[in-house]
């Protein structure tokens, strides 16, 4: 079964709203997850770490004003993005490994964001 | 920076046939992952590799981590229909391999099948 979970999986909003998504890790403990978009035929890039904790991590042009994370719990973060524009529309996929552990990390099932 | 550089874009295959693909590096990966996305899903890991020279298979999936470190191929025999997706190939960046590492993807390989 999952042991990443992501919500919504599907979002529909109008622009200029805000939307939050969460990543849950289900039966394990993650210091760390990651964000990664993903857009139409494009492969997965990292847009942030979420370190529990601390502040986020963001990757080179990626705005962190806009896309807000919060890390407040060993199982779950949340990708809030602000004031959203068409051009955010896009895959957005969480993942997360176990705490301490070598073995690759287990990616939630995505939410695909849609902004009118 | 690191890239992983993914062949060949995209296959049309008949059900039956065996499909090769490879991803490689100017870069030294301690890891290589291989995932397979579905369409509206997030990858699933379908094998990892952890030495060079290392293969693996699982089911009919078979990878192998190059003893260049620089490389890694996967391959599925015998396809039917449902291996239609894509294959992504994936290494942890900064070359570390623990959890808290963020991941490289090359641009993957969809594969189609056809019955």
């Known amino acids: 079964g999952a042991v990443v979970s992501q919500h919504p999986s599907w979002v529909i909003c109008k622009s200029g709203t805000s939307v939050k998504i969460e990543c849950r890790s289900l039966?394990?403990?993650?210091?760390?997850m990651f964000w990664y978009r993903q857009f139409p035929k494009q492969s997965l890039m990292l847009m942030a770490t979420s370190n529990e904790g601390s502040k986020a991590t963001y990757e080179q042009g990626v705005e962190k004003d806009k896309f807000l994370i919060n890390h407040a719990s060993l199982t779950l973060s949340t990708l809030t993005v602000t004031s959203a524009h068409p051009e955010d529309s896009s895959f957005y996929i969480c993942s997360a490994g176990r705490q301490g552990s070598s073995q690759p990390q287990h990616f939630g099932d995505g939410t695909r964001l849609s902004i009118l | 920076g690191q890239q992983l550089n993914q062949s060949p874009q995209s296959m049309f295959i008949q059900e039956g046939e065996d499909v090769s693909m490879n991803c490689t590096s100017s870069s030294i990966f301690n890891t290589w992952l291989w995932y397979k996305q579905d369409p509206g899903e997030g990858p699933v890991l379908l094998i990892a590799?952890?030495?060079?020279?290392e293969l693996t298979s699982n089911g009919r999936l078979t990878a192998q981590f190059g003893i260049t470190r620089k490389d890694s191929f996967l391959n599925i025999s015998a396809s039917i229909p449902s291996d239609v997706g894509i294959y992504f190939c994936a290494g942890p960046r900064g070359n570390l391999n623990q959890a808290g590492t963020a991941l490289i993807f090359g641009k993957g390989t969809t594969l189609s099948v056809s019955s």
């Open positions: 590799l952890y030495k060079a020279g």
């Open positions: 039966d394990f403990q993650a210091t760390t």
